[in-house]
Nanobody, 123 residues
Framework: QVQLVESGVGLVQAGGSLRLSCAASGRTFSVYTMGWFRQAPGKEREFVAGIRWSGGRTYYADSVKGRFTISRDNAKNTVYLQMNSLKPEDTAVYYC????????????????WGQGTQVPVSS
């Protein structure tokens, strides 16, 4: 099992920045891909960004490309999501996820999930 704990909360104004962290523990050696997803009220969970644990290759949803950056610190077993130029439509609960395989953008490909952290962006 892999446990994921997100942190980084607070109300942000449009145009502002926020960094989310996700600390992984447990059988982290089994993790191949880490990702961030988000879910706004009344909407389906959507992919935001992903990173290969080894090698660091990253990929993003078009809606956040150029504004968000995913990174990892292998020594700390932690993944980050730096969010810049935030927009009200970025308001959602953000989830950290881990996959034992070559997961892409489908949330079903991820095996472990954090509890989620609320990111409200005011206009």
């Amino acid at each position: 099992q892999v446990q994921l704990v997100e942190s980084g909360v607070g109300l942000v104004q449009a145009g502002g920045s926020l960094r989310l962290s996700c600390a992984a523990s447990g059988r982290t050696f089994s993790v191949y891909t880490m990702g961030w997803f988000r879910q706004a009220p009344g909407k389906e969970r959507e992919f935001v960004a992903g990173i290969r644990w080894s090698g660091g290759r990253t990929y993003y949803a078009d809606s956040v490309k150029g504004r968000f950056t995913i990174s990892r610190d292998n020594a700390k077993n932690t993944v980050y999501l730096q969010m810049n130029s935030l927009k009200p439509e970025d308001t959602a609960v953000y989830y950290c996820a881990a996959s034992r395989g070559l997961a892409t953008v489908n949330y079903r490909e991820f095996d472990y999930w954090g509890q989620g952290t609320q990111v409200p962006v005011s206009s």
